[in-house]
Each structure stands twice: as structure tokens, then as C-alpha cells.
């Protein structure tokens, strides 16, 4: 009895957690499936997006290089490179997680986003998997669900509306950015470095190959140039700065 | 500006539609799945913390400012179909991601602006 109520007790705390996660996800899920259609791409495909994938920015970014008339090559590899900061955020929850039964930490591991990251660092307790996946579970479907509704009813949407739509991944970006660059010089400098080098290059090279090339080699150069300007501790790594700011 | 290929028709200054056949989609989906799956678990997998050479922890501390801030120039100028309505909903987004106005707002008040600007 004590254990269901433990368990329930925790299923509620992780629900309250994913509230907000979800509530953020629906319009940008909404854009991301709106967007997805108006490129010409199959409803099917949009979904499996967001149920394979579950990372917002690289769904966008996915849609975008693929009107492009990008490969799905070097879309992949920009996915890879651009979802590669979950590896650290993983590692952080990894280390606070308290299961160890294979599955379980199997499921953890696919709900690891940025924001599911940033609200489960919140959590001053150990992280139990009841916890845990009903968190990601909450956020998950607010996802998928917020996608398909973007798709089939975003046309109802007014055409302004449908255009400025447009801004929401960049505007993501942007949340995302900025307040993780506060007070480290050589973050923005990264940054100011990689928006120029990109728009240079993308005049001769499709952009998605462009955005390839500019982020493997501005961090290259700034780790010759600056090699310990930034360190990478357990408890100090950049993922920690790249929380959106929570309620 | 827009590079013709196998799969490219002819773009005007806006949104494209894409030719990508079917199968190349389905490899996309999955190509995508894996490389996004496979990093977030590994740290589950692995039971003794391995630690990381320092010059690649180097590297992947400076690769999200890199990669953020190529993913946002300058494809934000082209994201609305009006640039004076993605400038403004870019410089929106900036000041209100400075101001620490949470993630949701930031995205929703920069949206509303690009809608309404001229």
C-alpha cells in the first residue's frame, strides 16, 4: 500500500513537471506540422518525426534543408551533430537516476530533451523512473499531439499567420541561445563567429552543407585558439547553461 | 542562390516544396531517429563514467553556439517570406530571450510580431 502510494505519489510529481513542458511544445509543434505540410511533405512522415525523433529543433531544421532540396545524407548529419549536446544532458541525468533495470533506462534515455533536461535538473530529489517518464510521457504526447494538429488544421489558420509561423524555429533558437551565452564571452563569440562564417559559405555551398562545415570548424578553430577558455566538469558543463529559463 | 539538383524544381523568393521521393524520406526518418537516439543513450548504457579527452570536451562545449548560431543566419531572414517582418520578428526574439522572458512567450510574442509587421 505505502509502495502504490509512493508510486503514485511520484507519477503526479512527474505529470506536474511536464505540464509546462507540454503546454510550451503545442505551438511549436503546431508550427512544425503546419510548416511540414507546406513543404510538401507527407502527413505520415511529419508524424513519424515526432514519434521516432522528439527533438524540435532538428525536425525543423529537417523540413527546411529538405525544401531545400538538401539529401537526406547530410540532413542526418546535420541532425546528429546539432542533437549531439543530448549526450551530455544524458550523462547529467544518468548520473542522478537511481534505476538500473536496462529497459527502463532504454525509455529515459529517448525522452532526454533540452527542455525535459532542464526541468528534471530542477529536481532536487533522486530521479525515480515513475518520475522520470511521466515527465517525458507528458511532454511526448503534448509533442505528437500539437503536430498532428498543426498539420491537418493549420490551414484553417489565417494566411498572415501562417507566415509568421515561419519565425518560430529561429525564435526557438534564438530562446535557446541567448540566455546560455550570458556572461561568457567566448560562447558569443562562437556564436557571431558561426552566423558569419555560415552566411559566407552558404552563398557558394547549399546551406545545409554550409551549417555542416561552419559547426565543425569554428569550434575547431576556437579550441586551438582558445583551449581552455571552457571546460567541460560534470557538475560544470555547458548544458547546464543551455536550460531554458523555467517558471 | 538555390542550387538545382535531382530533387530541387525551381524556387521563388519563398517556401519550396520538396521532390524527395519516398524512400529517400523513410532513410531520412530513420537516418534521423538512430543518430538522435544512440547519443542520448549511451550515457545509460555505460556503467563507469568514461571520461572525454579534454580537446573533444572542448570541441562539444564550443558546438552548440556554433551550430545555434548557424542555424539561425541567415536562414531567419528568409523564414517569413517579408524580411521586415523577420527582421522584427528576429529582433523581438532577441530582446525578449535577453530579458529572460521564458521560452514560450519569447517564441510566441516574435511569432505574433512577424504576423502583424508590414
Given at each position: 500500500?505505502?509502495?502504490?502510494?509512493?508510486?503514485?505519489?511520484?507519477?503526479?510529481?512527474?505529470?506536474?513537471?511536464?505540464?509546462?513542458?507540454?503546454?510550451?511544445?503545442?505551438?511549436?509543434?503546431?508550427?512544425?506540422?503546419?510548416?511540414?505540410?507546406?513543404?510538401?511533405?507527407?502527413?505520415?512522415?511529419?508524424?513519424?518525426?515526432?514519434?521516432?525523433?522528439?527533438?524540435?529543433?532538428?525536425?525543423?531544421?529537417?523540413?527546411?534543408?529538405?525544401?531545400?532540396?538538401?539529401?537526406?545524407?547530410?540532413?542526418?548529419?546535420?541532425?546528429?551533430?546539432?542533437?549531439?549536446?543530448?549526450?551530455?544532458?544524458?550523462?547529467?541525468?544518468?548520473?542522478?537516476?537511481?534505476?538500473?533495470?536496462?529497459?527502463?533506462?532504454?525509455?529515459?534515455?529517448?525522452?532526454?530533451?533540452?527542455?525535459?533536461?532542464?526541468?528534471?535538473?530542477?529536481?532536487?530529489?533522486?530521479?525515480?523512473?515513475?518520475?522520470?517518464?511521466?515527465?517525458?510521457?507528458?511532454?511526448?504526447?503534448?509533442?505528437?499531439?500539437?503536430?498532428?494538429?498543426?498539420?491537418?488544421?493549420?490551414?484553417?489558420?489565417?494566411?498572415?499567420?501562417?507566415?509568421?509561423?515561419?519565425?518560430?524555429?529561429?525564435?526557438?533558437?534564438?530562446?535557446?541561445?541567448?540566455?546560455?551565452?550570458?556572461?561568457?564571452?567566448?560562447?558569443?563569440?562562437?556564436?557571431?563567429?558561426?552566423?558569419?562564417?555560415?552566411?559566407?559559405?552558404?552563398?557558394?555551398?547549399?546551406?545545409?552543407?554550409?551549417?555542416?562545415?561552419?559547426?565543425?570548424?569554428?569550434?575547431l578553430l576556437m579550441t586551438w585558439l582558445l583551449p581552455?577558455?571552457?571546460?567541460?566538469?560534470?557538475?560544470?558543463?555547458?548544458?547546464?547553461?543551455?536550460?531554458?529559463?523555467?517558471? | 542562390?538555390?542550387?538545382?539538383?535531382?530533387?530541387?524544381?525551381?524556387?521563388?523568393?519563398?517556401?519550396?516544396?520538396?521532390?524527395?521521393?519516398?524512400?529517400?524520406?523513410?532513410?531520412?526518418?530513420?537516418?534521423?531517429?538512430?543518430?538522435?537516439?544512440?547519443?542520448?543513450?549511451?550515457?545509460?548504457?555505460?556503467?563507469?563514467?568514461?571520461?572525454?579527452?579534454?580537446?573533444?570536451?572542448?570541441?562539444?562545449?564550443?558546438?552548440p553556439y556554433a551550430i545555434l548560431g548557424a542555424l539561425?543566419?541567415?536562414?531567419?531572414?528568409?523564414?517569413?517570406?517579408?524580411?521586415?517582418?523577420?527582421?522584427?520578428?528576429?529582433?523581438?526574439?532577441?530582446?525578449?530571450?535577453?530579458?529572460?522572458?521564458?521560452?514560450?512567450?519569447?517564441?510566441?510574442f516574435a511569432v505574433l510580431i512577424a504576423t502583424v509587421?508590414?
Amino acid at each position: 500500500m505505502q509502495k502504490d502510494i509512493l508510486f503514485s505519489k511520484r507519477v503526479l510529481d512527474g505529470i506536474q513537471g511536464g505540464l509546462p513542458i507540454a503546454i510550451g511544445y503545442i505551438p511549436i509543434a503546431i508550427a512544425f506540422g503546419f510548416l511540414a505540410k507546406s513543404a510538401g511533405m507527407p502527413v505520415l512522415v511529419t508524424i513519424a518525426l515526432s514519434v521516432f525523433v522528439f527533438a524540435g529543433a532538428s525536425q525543423f531544421i529537417a523540413v527546411s534543408m529538405a525544401a531545400l532540396g538538401s539529401s537526406w545524407g547530410s540532413i542526418v548529419l546535420l541532425v546528429f551533430m546539432l542533437n549531439l549536446r543530448h549526450l551530455l544532458m544524458s550523462m547529467h541525468i544518468a548520473s542522478r537516476f537511481v534505476d538500473h533495470r536496462r529497459w527502463i533506462r532504454a525509455l529515459v534515455a529517448f525522452g532526454v530533451t533540452d527542455e525535459t533536461y532542464a526541468m528534471l535538473m530542477m529536481r532536487s530529489r533522486d530521479l525515480s523512473p515513475p518520475m522520470v517518464l511521466s515527465l517525458q510521457f507528458t511532454a511526448y504526447i503534448s509533442w505528437v499531439a500539437g503536430t498532428w494538429v498543426g498539420y491537418t488544421l493549420g490551414d484553417a489558420l489565417p494566411e498572415r499567420l501562417q507566415s509568421g509561423l515561419g519565425i518560430a524555429l529561429y525564435a526557438m533558437f534564438i530562446a535557446l541561445l541567448v540566455p546560455s551565452i550570458r556572461g561568457k564571452r567566448s560562447a558569443l563569440m562562437v556564436s557571431l563567429l558561426a552566423m558569419l562564417s555560415n552566411t559566407l559559405f552558404s552563398r557558394w555551398i547549399p546551406s545545409g552543407l554550409a551549417i555542416i562545415l561552419t559547426a565543425v570548424l569554428i569550434p575547431l578553430l576556437m579550441t586551438w585558439l582558445l583551449p581552455s577558455e571552457m571546460t567541460t566538469s560534470r557538475e560544470n558543463d555547458q548544458v547546464e547553461n543551455l536550460e531554458i529559463d523555467q517558471p | 542562390m538555390n542550387k538545382l539538383n535531382g530533387f530541387l524544381k525551381e524556387c521563388g523568393g519563398g517556401w519550396c516544396r520538396m521532390k524527395m521521393a519516398t524512400w529517400e524520406l523513410v532513410w531520412m526518418v530513420a537516418g534521423m531517429a538512430l543518430v538522435t537516439y544512440v547519443p542520448r543513450l549511451i550515457p545509460f548504457l555505460l556503467t563507469k563514467h568514461v571520461p572525454l579527452q579534454p580537446k573533444v570536451q572542448q570541441f562539444l562545449t564550443y558546438l552548440p553556439y556554433a551550430i545555434l548560431g548557424a542555424l539561425i543566419f541567415p536562414g531567419i531572414l528568409s523564414s517569413t517570406g517579408r524580411l521586415s517582418s523577420a527582421l522584427a520578428g528576429m529582433i523581438t526574439a532577441f530582446v525578449l530571450a535577453y530579458l529572460r522572458v521564458h521560452l514560450v512567450l519569447t517564441v510566441t510574442f516574435a511569432v505574433l510580431i512577424a504576423t502583424v509587421w508590414p
